[in-house]
């Protein structure tokens, strides 16, 4: 099962504002656009975190890649992190029940302005594979964006 849906009222981010669920353009896009919940301008050279207030829930053999738009590429925004990863264990995580964030970087030398609704990234679906000989893993997730490290 794969799902978008808005995480809940005291997890989000901006007061509670959300904005639309992610959708694909056109029949045969492979990456379901994400909008921002905000108006936001990022400086030439600097960095912002867009909280989307959007969770999504999927298979266990499948991550969500997150992606700027060619759109965003042309402009000189590009991710942070350049491809961000959301693995199925992040949806309803207890810090922030999986809100999915955009931390953008605006590499040109002009402002960059976002307004809510404006899209702000897509996220691609995509599965894996694992190893046949790999130890079982019995760590479980604990927290939200960036927490990879953070287990119990």
Not at 39 to 55: E, H
Not at 122 to 139: A, M, P, Y
Request: with cysteine.
């Amino acid at each position: 099962m794969r799902k978008f849906e808005f995480v809940t009222t005291n997890k989000r981010e901006y007061d509670g504002e959300i904005a639309s669920l992610p959708k694909r353009a056109t029949q045969h896009s492979a990456g379901y656009d994400f909008y921002s919940p905000i108006d936001l301008t990022i400086s030439p050279n600097g960095t912002a975190m867009v909280w989307t207030n959007i969770k999504v829930q999927f298979n266990t053999d499948e991550v969500l890649l997150l992606c700027v738009t060619s759109g965003m590429g042309k402009r000189g925004v590009m991710l942070c992190n350049s491809v961000g990863v959301i693995d199925c264990d992040y949806y309803n995580n207890e810090s922030n029940d999986g809100n999915i964030g955009f931390r953008l970087f605006n590499f040109s030398q002009n402002t960059y302005n976002i307004k809510k609704g404006d899209k702000i990234g897509q996220g691609i679906f995509i599965k894996f594979l694992t190893v046949d000989n790999e130890d079982s893993i019995q760590t479980v997730r604990k927290g939200g964006f960036g927490s990879t490290d953070n287990k119990k």
